[in-house]
Structures are given as C-alpha cells and as structure tokens.
C-alpha cells in the first residue's frame, strides 16, 4: 500500500524526536556531553528527514489536487480517517521546522547531505521497484499508469526536487540561525528565549 513511505517517515520522525529526548535527558540529567549523538540527529534531519517530509507532502497533494485516485482513492476514506492522513501528508512539514526554528542544528557539508539524500532516495526507488516485480503491484497506484520512460522521468523529477528541497532546508537553518556557529549552552538559552519571546 502507498502508506510505506508515510509510515517509514512518521518512525524516522518518531525516532528522531525520542532521540532528542533521550540527548536533553543525557545532557539535562546525567550532565554529560552528547556531542555523537547531536551530530547524527543533524545529519538526519538535514538529509533525510526535511528532503523526504518535503517531498510527500508537495507530491502528495499536489496530486491529490489533480486526481485524488492516483494517490489516495476515495475508498480509503472509510479506512483512515482524515485526521490521519494529514498527520501523515501536512503535519511533517511544520513540525520539522518548528525544530529548526527552536534548535540550531548543524547542517552537514552539502556533498554529504545531498550524498545521503540521494542515497536514501535510490534506497526507496529499489523498494519501490523490487514490490513491483515480486509483488506484482505498484506501491503508487498512478505509477501503473506509466510508462517506462513517464517512470523515469518522474523520478528524475522526484530526484531534482528532493535535492532542492535539501537546500531549501539548508536555506531555512541560515534565515533561521545565521551562518554562525553557537555553542550548545548558548542555543539552548537562545532557543528557550525567542520561543519564550523574552
């Protein structure tokens, strides 16, 4: 069912959210540093999680707005509730940059952040073409409707557009945070202060 994706990215979110938790408890708690673990939840949520949230939600909704069948048929409607599928297609979105905008975090070199986004795209590309082989369906209902060549156009654009999303995400933690380094106990304070308005 489509729903892979959505799913796959409400874990990473999940996860990545518990790891945030799990680092401000280290930190907080234990008084200790975690330096490894701060420096995996930016390249995450640089690479994979704000490119990937971006792209299901624009390509969800826009071709929900051109045919809703090819994306999410009417049926499904009696099965998941509304509700649901906006935490799974419109909620990503703000929420991952509600976090940037509270917390600084370290963009990667753009070699290795578009080098992980690109990886996990082809990741999910063999995915999405080894359940069409074995499985005999597409993931993505309007996938069927392709051809070869509107298939790999598709995903040359689906390509072009997550790696401009990437740097869009790169642009957004520069509006957001400058291009300055902080120390940790400085964001913290900053972050606490512009969400407090102090």
């Known amino acids: 069912?489509?729903?892979?994706?959505?799913?796959?990215?409400?874990?990473?979110?999940?996860?990545?959210?518990?790891?945030?938790?799990?680092?401000?408890?280290?930190?907080?708690v234990l008084g200790k540093k975690a330096a490894g673990l701060r420096?995996?939840?930016?390249?995450?949520?640089?690479?994979?999680?704000?490119p990937m949230s971006m792209i299901v939600t624009v390509v969800?909704?826009?071709?929900?707005?051109?045919?809703?069948?090819?994306?999410?048929?009417?049926?499904?409607?009696?099965i998941i509730?509304?509700?649901?599928?906006?935490?799974?297609?419109?909620t990503v979105v703000p929420v991952l940059l509600l976090e940037m905008y509270l917390v600084h975090h370290r963009h990667p070199s753009r070699?290795?952040?578009?080098?992980?986004?690109?990886t996990v795209g082809i990741v999910y590309l063999i995915w999405v073409l080894?359940?069409?082989?074995?499985?005999?369906?597409?993931?993505?209902?309007?996938?069927?409707?392709?051809s070869n060549f509107q298939f790999f156009l598709f995903c040359c654009l689906v390509?072009?557009?997550?790696?401009?999303?990437?740097?869009?995400?790169?642009?957004?933690?520069k509006i957001f945070w400058g291009g300055k380094a902080k120390p940790t106990e400085f964001v913290a304070t900053s972050s606490a202060r512009r969400f407090l308005n102090i």
């Not at 969800?60 to 009696?78: N, Q, S, T």
Request: charged share 10%; net charge negative.
């Open 81 to 90: 509730p509304p509700w649901i599928n906006h935490v799974w297609h419109t």
């Open 159 to 173: 390509a072009v557009i997550g790696c401009s999303f990437y740097l869009l995400g790169e642009f957004c933690n």
């Open 39 to 50: 420096k995996v939840q930016d390249y995450v949520l640089a690479s994979v999680l704000f």
């Open 60 to 78: 969800f909704w826009g071709m929900y707005a051109v045919d809703r069948e090819l994306i999410f048929p009417a049926a499904l409607d009696k």
């Open 111 to 118: 070699r290795a952040g578009l080098t992980g986004a690109v």
């Open 1 to 28: 069912m489509a729903a892979f994706q959505e799913l796959s990215l409400t874990m990473g979110h999940t996860l990545f959210f518990g790891s945030c938790v799990l680092a401000d408890l280290i930190e907080g």
């Open 130 to 146: 080894i359940v069409a082989q074995v499985g005999g369906f597409w993931v993505y209902p309007f996938m069927a409707a392709m």
